[in-house]
């Protein structure tokens, strides 16, 4: 920022200069020296044709325009990259600098094996000196200001395949179409690993394969608790984290138990890319930079006004789609979320009464309010004194700074079910299909496959 103004007013100057010395020379008026302030100056007008190259950019149409609409962006609003800065793990989807870090040294998704301790940790990190900033214009467009060009909003900061987190690079996402562009995007909404318990067992990720190949073990005994040969203690947070968008549209990372569906992928994996819906002209408070497709702060529950400029844009859908389109837009969502709601309820089943999946019906505090009847944000309804204070399951990891209170609390309530190994998947595949946000329009045929091959694994189980 510094280094730039001092560029700025260098510049001026040079401008200022140049001016003077191309007016009427005075008498014996030695000519002006040749400038060099431009960035890689060869000759005096350089000076001038940098500020006009400022200008292709740094006016009210282009960088003023952009920077209005990405005010609405919660890339810019959002408080993550606030609370994030400083954790080298979460930062890497968070900040500014540790993105740029993780791109820049090709850090891999991979979990690393400690021979010492013999536990497991998350390679995906940045370093602690880059940890810091909000996402801004230079986040994506990493070659601004590299020689001052109008052209540098390209290339993107990445377009490269993206190695998936929650599977410890095991997959890969690829979206070629667009050169790449939605490649950016799934390098942050991508889902995290769901890893074992780095106390009772070794912190590696959990064998999702295994949950496939073996339905009806038990995952998680409840009369085991929060002991070997338990990998997990099942608690609130038990998840693949939010950002299951690029896993889901690219028909990627969900346990494909088996069932009655193939896993397959709608058209839009292949034929349209991030930007073509979410970033279109702007109607409302959705489109171009603010990177909406739905004109809201909120969760669905607050308003359903959306912008549909690029499902009809040229080359997308022949006859125009609106809200109150049937075959393209409500039918689809309306099936997602029964399949939603009936999964929810198979799970809900294990337990002794009270629901295992938490509710949530405040559409603030839960991002997905309003997507299904019962409100779920994908949580699991375990007591925890500070994220989840009126949970209705006993949490069967209390920690060690619980007040007595919390403790005499905790175990007033019902003991969590077990979990079999078609349970865990289920309660996963269900997590990926609610907060990929859009019920289905991503990629319906694979959130639908998930969804009903959740149901039929389940039922196979005698659940
Ligand atoms: C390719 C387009 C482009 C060109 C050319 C360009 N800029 Fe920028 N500049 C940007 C963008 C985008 C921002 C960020 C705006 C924002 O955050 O709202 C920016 C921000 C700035 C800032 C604010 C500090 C910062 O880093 O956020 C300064 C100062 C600046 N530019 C100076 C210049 C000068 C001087 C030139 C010409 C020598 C120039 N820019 C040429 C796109 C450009
Ligand atoms: C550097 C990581 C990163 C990249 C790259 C990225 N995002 Fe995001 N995005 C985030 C994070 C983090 C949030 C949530 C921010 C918060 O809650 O503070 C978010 C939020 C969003 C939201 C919710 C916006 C809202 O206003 O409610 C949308 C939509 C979105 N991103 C789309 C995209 C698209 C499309 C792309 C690619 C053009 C993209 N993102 C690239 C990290 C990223
Ligand atoms: C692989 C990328 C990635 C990593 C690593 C990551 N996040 Fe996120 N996180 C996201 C994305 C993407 C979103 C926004 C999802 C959306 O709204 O669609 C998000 C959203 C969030 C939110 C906001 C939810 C809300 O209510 O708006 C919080 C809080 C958060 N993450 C915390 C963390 C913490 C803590 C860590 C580290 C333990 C972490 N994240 C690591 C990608 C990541
Ligand atoms: C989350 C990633 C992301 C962020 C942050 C972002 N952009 Fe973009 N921007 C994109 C993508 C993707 C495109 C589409 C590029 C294309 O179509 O070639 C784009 C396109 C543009 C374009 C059109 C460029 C062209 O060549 O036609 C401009 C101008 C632009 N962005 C300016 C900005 C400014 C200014 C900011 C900050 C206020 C910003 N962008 C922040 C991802 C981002
Ligand atoms: C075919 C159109 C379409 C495409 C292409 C598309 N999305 Fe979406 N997206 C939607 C719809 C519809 C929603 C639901 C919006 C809502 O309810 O707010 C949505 C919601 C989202 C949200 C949550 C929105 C929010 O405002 O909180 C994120 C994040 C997101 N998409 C990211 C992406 C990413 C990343 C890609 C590319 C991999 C992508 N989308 C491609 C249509 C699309």
């Not at 075959?327 to 979320?337: A, D, G, S, V, Y």
């Not at 309530?413 to 990926?432: A, D, E």
Request: net charge negative; proline share 4%; hydrophobic share 30%.
């Amino acid at each position: 920022m510094k280094t730039l103004l001092k560029i700025l007013s260098l510049l001026t100057i040079a401008g200022f200069i140049l001016t003077a010395c191309e007016g009427p020379m005075g008498p014996q008026g030695p000519a002006g020296k040749d400038g060099t302030n431009g960035t890689n100056g060869t000759n005096g007008t350089n000076g001038k044709d940098a500020n006009e190259t400022c200008k292709l950019c740094h006016n009210k149409t282009t960088v003023e325009a952009v920077a209005t609409e990405f005010e609405f962006s919660k890339h810019k609003y959002g408080e993550a990259a606030f609370e994030e800065a400083g954790n080298t793990g979460c930062s890497p989807c968070h900040t500014h600098d540790a993105f740029l870090y993780v791109v820049k040294n090709n850090v891999p998704t991979t979990f690393a094996l400690n021979a010492t301790t013999g536990k497991y940790s998350n390679s995906y990190a940045s370093v602690s000196s880059e940890t810091l900033g909000e996402i801004n214009c230079f986040t994506c467009h990493s070659s601004l200001h590299t020689n001052y060009a109008g052209t540098e909003f390209s290339p993107l900061t990445t377009t490269a395949a993206v190695t998936m987190s929650m599977w410890k690079g095991a997959k890969t996402i690829d979206l070629t179409q667009d050169g790449g562009m939605s490649n950016l995007c799934i390098k942050c909404h991508q889902p995290r690993p769901l890893t074992t318990n780095s106390t009772i067992s070794n912190g590696d990720v959990v064998d999702y394969a295994d949950l496939v190949a073996n339905p009806t073990n038990v995952y998680y005994d409840n009369t085991v608790g929060a002991a070997a040969p338990n990998k997990i203690t099942p608690s609130y947070r038990t998840h693949i984290h939010y950002g299951s968008v690029g896993a889901i549209y690219a028909g990627k990372g969900g346990i494909e138990f088996t069932g009655s569906e193939s896993y397959t992928s709608s058209t839009h994996t292949t034929a349209a890319s991030c930007k073509d819906c979410h970033m279109v002209t702007v109607s409302g408070r959705a489109g171009g930079h603010t990177f909406k497709m739905r004109a809201s702060l909120g969760a669905l529950s607050s308003s359903t006004t959306f912008n549909f400029n690029g499902c009809n844009a040229t080359g997308c859908h022949a006859s125009a789609i609106n809200s109150s389109n049937t075959t393209f837009w409500k039918t689809p969502r309306t099936e997602i979320q029964s399949k939603l709601n009936a999964l929810a309820a198979k799970i809900n089943s294990i337990g002794s009464g009270p629901k295992i999946l938490h509710t949530n019906s405040d559409a603030e505090a839960n991002l997905w309010a309003g997507h299904t009847t019962d409100n779920y944000d994908g949580y699991l309804d375990i007591y925890d004194p500070s994220t989840n204070p009126d949970g209705a399951y006993k949490n069967p990891n209390p920690g060690s700074s619980w007040t007595s209170g919390n403790i005499a609390t905790n175990d007033a309530l019902p003991i969590f079910p077990s979990l079999k190994n078609v349970v865990l998947g289920s309660i996963i595949n269900f997590q990926m299909v609610l907060r990929e946000y859009s019920l289905g329009i991503h990629n319906y045929d694979y959130a639908h496959a998930l969804l009903v091959n959740s149901i039929d694994a389940l039922t196979a189980a005698g659940i």
